[in-house]
């Protein structure tokens, strides 16, 4: 008893500061995501995942660095998950190779779990705005992340490559649109 009074307390404590870090809408996303699978959300914070919220408050990002890394300097993978998925699920998918090779990961969630697609998806200009305030955020050179898409994110990530040489800061190196 003492053990899983323990445990719910741990949980709620580091889940709690989870939440002190989100606004808004953002909030709804991560409970949505949280509800949708906690052992992922679990699964980012064990690993030493930060969870921010994106500057309009309407959504979050999973950002994680290995140990020790400076993030400016440090090869990063920004990724887009599926549809039915969520950021911790492509965070969970990449975290092992990612430890591997010493690469960051940013997993952007872009979708806002409404019934009725396409209108709960972020247009293309905010997601990458999101992005690009994340990656200006940790100070992060031009050609240097790999941009990664799974299935919608995949086809997302078309109109992230546009909007990034339109804008200039040119972050991506290489694109991964896996469908």
Known sequence: ????????CTALII???????LSGQAQVLYDSAYAQDPSLVNFAITNGAQIFTTPDS????VQWFP?????STTPLI?????SDCNAFMEFKSWYPRAQIHGCGIIALQWNRYNPNPPYDYFPD???YSYLDSALTKINYPSNKALLHGFS???????????NDIKSGNNFFCNTISNS
């Open 58 to 61: 309407n959504s979050f990002y």
């Open 15 to 21: 889940s709690s500061s989870v939440f002190a870090q």
């Open 125 to 127: 200009d905010t997601l």
């Open 78 to 82: 920004v990724t887009l998950h599926g």
């Open 67 to 71: 140990t020790g890394a400076t993030p």
């Open 152 to 162: 919608r994110g995949s086809a997302r990530s078309y109109a992230l490559i546009f």
């Open 1 to 8: 008893m003492k053990k899983t009074l323990f445990f719910i």
